[in-house]
């Protein structure tokens, strides 16, 4: 469902997924509101990867979390600074080494942020953003994904 979403444009397969998962956020943060987070930020895509596939996914799911936990959100926070080939086709190593150097965030943080995107594999990506945006000032990073998938 998550592959024909993000690499097709079936902007529909992912609306099951992503009303779960913002279900269960609901339900988590309710229980425990000083986990909250002030923004939510998707993993920034490369300008001209977004052209490609016409949109980035993780901006969608972003933008819904946003509406059902009244969070607000930011696509521009996060910035790819230069295009990478992509992961899915890299083992754990390369992965890591491909997000060097490559992030720029663009705003002032809050203190607590929640990185939103679509599958977590390696958690390469993850570690490199989440580690940016606390250099950048945020103490609080969470990771919320759609989906983990197995190494």
């Not at 923004?39 to 933008?63: C, V, W, Y």
């Not at 959100?73 to 080939?85: C, D, I, K």
């Not at 990185?115 to 919320?144: F, K, N, P, S, Y």
Request: hydrophobic share 40%.
């Amino acid at each position: 469902m998550i592959g024909r979403y993000k690499y097709h444009s079936q902007l529909a397969m992912a609306q099951p997924v992503i009303r779960d998962l913002g279900e269960h956020l609901a339900d988590r943060l309710q229980a425990c509101p000083e986990h909250e987070p002030e923004l939510l930020i998707p993993s920034p895509m490369h300008k001209r990867r977004r052209r490609q596939r016409g949109f980035n996914q993780a901006d969608a799911i972003t933008e819904q979390l946003s509406q059902r936990l009244a969070i607000p959100w930011s696509a521009n926070t996060l910035e790819r600074t230069r295009a990478v080939p992509r992961q899915s086709n890299l083992n754990r190593e390369q992965r890591a080494n491909n997000l060097r150097g490559i992030l720029q965030v663009n705003r002032p943080l809050p203190r607590k942020v929640a990185l939103i995107d679509d599958v977590m594999t390696t958690g390469a990506t993850a570690r490199a953003l989440a580690q940016a945006l606390r250099l950048a000032g945020a103490e609080d990073v969470q990771v919320w994904v759609l989906a983990r998938t197995p190494l």
